[in-house]
């Protein structure tokens, strides 16, 4: 007996150390990533640095994280009165303050885009810290293909810049793994994730769909409470909110990125159509796309009610961002990285040897072709967003499954039309 309790408390040591070997895959890729290429610029190999990043497609600046200096600046010329939304020189490149006014907050520190080298090495510390939190692939292949996605472009541009959506991922990270705590303080911190992160860049506010798989009277509170919180900080600062909105970059503003209208317009542009042919190309493929997620749906159910709790919280991050930013806005590259959040868990679904498996290794192709595409060009244009709506179509399908399974729609249904969820954390 004594023999059998060691041998089964070193499996389970033994076990312990590969999970967390199998979680600091993405950190160990990513931060290996970022830690040569700093070294190249801190060794005064600044063209050899910028030669690796133009031919892997990251449009390096001249000094990095310039995008972790637009919000100190907007902060330290706040403070001097200048109206950011309309002039900011203390921005190097004269940037307009595009965020939330809560950044603007920061003026009450001494703040000064002398700190961009550090608030850009936080937001990265930051994130790659985050990574640990993703759950664990299982499988060489499996592994290969994490260290492949948290070395692609999308987030060594990030990186890169410095940007704000280091910090977002981030915060999603810890609010899927919150939201999945018992405890009442799991779950109050994860929310108050959710708003801070809708406070700071918008867009977050969709990670609010976790108060789906929530009792009713408890998704009730929340989303009472977190319309309550985020309306009245609207209110506080509502001419800034709307100039801050109007400045969200629109189709034609950015070149690249991801966004519905891509493909559309991008079509008819190089067909010479005119502009209403453009518009009703769009309305094909959301049509389309909406279809092909209510049959994925379906197919999808059985596996995804298998799911540990964990995996499902972030594949349910994943798609809500994803799906939020597709439709809402034209998005810069570097917010591939929230791609981040799923691609474990779609790993664990293509293991299935059902259509589901078909679909997620499908998907997980998908994911790994956007986020390698930028060094190809346009030679791969057109499958890069073809695969786009692919992966938001299995994201609508996730979130349709959660809605359609949640606690609040099956109390609201008449009993003929409920469904018993196997999604949602419902309890007693």
Not at 239 to 259: Q, T, Y
Not at 264 to 282: C, I, Q, Y
Not at 381 to 402: D, G, T
Request: glycine letters at 8%; a positive charge.
């Amino acid at each position: 007996m004594p023999g059998r309790t060691d041998n089964t408390m070193l499996s389970s040591k033994s076990n312990m150390v590969s999970e967390i070997g199998r979680r600091a895959i993405p950190l160990a890729a990513a931060g290996a990533a970022f830690a040569g290429f700093a070294a190249l610029w801190l060794l005064g190999l600044r063209g050899v640095y910028r030669t690796l990043l133009f031919h892997l497609g990251v449009p390096a600046f001249r000094f990095p994280f310039l995008d972790a200096e637009e919000p100190l600046a907007a902060a330290e010329c706040h403070r001097a009165g200048i109206d950011v939304y309309r002039i900011d020189p203390c921005d190097y490149l004269g940037r307009i303050h595009v965020y939330s006014p809560l950044w603007l907050r920061a003026d009450v520190l001494p703040v000064t885009t002398a700190w961009t080298p550090w608030a850009g090495l936080a937001f990265i510390g930051v994130f790659l810290l985050s990574l640990l939190m993703l759950p664990p692939v299982r499988g060489r292949g499996a592994a290969l293909l994490m260290a492949v996605a948290a070395t692609s472009p999308p987030v060594l541009y990030a990186m890169e810049r410095g940007n704000i959506d280091l910090l977002v991922f981030a915060m999603a990270a810890a609010t899927a793994s919150l939201c999945i705590g018992k405890s009442r303080g799991s779950l109050a911190g994860g929310y108050m994730l959710v708003l801070l992160s809708a406070a700071l860049k918008y867009y977050p506010v969709a990670l609010l769909v976790f108060a789906l798989r929530e009792r009713p009277m408890r998704c009730v509170i929340i989303i009472a409470v977190s319309v309550a919180v985020l309306g009245t900080a609207v209110l506080l600062d509502l001419h800034e909110v709307v100039h801050a909105l109007s400045l969200i970059p629109r189709p034609g503003m950015l070149k690249g990125g991801f966004g519905a209208r891509n493909l559309g317009f991008g079509l008819t542009a190089l067909s010479h159509w005119s502009r209403g042919a453009s518009v009703m190309l769009l309305v094909g493929l959301v049509l389309t796309i909406v279809s092909v997620a209510v049959i994925c749906a379906g197919r999808l159910q059985p596996a995804l009610a298998e799911l540990p709790d964990r995996d499902m919280a972030f594949l349910l991050a994943g798609a809500a961002l994803i799906v939020t930013c597709f439709f809402a806005a034209q998005n810069a590259m570097y917010r591939d990285i929230h791609l981040l959040l799923l691609l474990p868990c779609l790993l664990r679904l293509s293991n299935h040897r059902t259509e589901a498996g078909k679909l997620a290794a499908l998907t997980v192709g998908a994911v790994i072709l956007v986020m390698w595409a930028k060094p190809f060009g346009p030679f791969v244009w057109v499958l890069k967003e073809l695969a786009w709506w692919w992966i938001v179509a299995i994201a609508l399908a996730v979130l349709w499954n959660v809605v359609e399974q949640s606690g609040i729609l099956q109390h609201l249904l008449p009993s003929r039309f409920r469904r018993q969820s196997a999604l949602s954390r419902v309890s007693s």
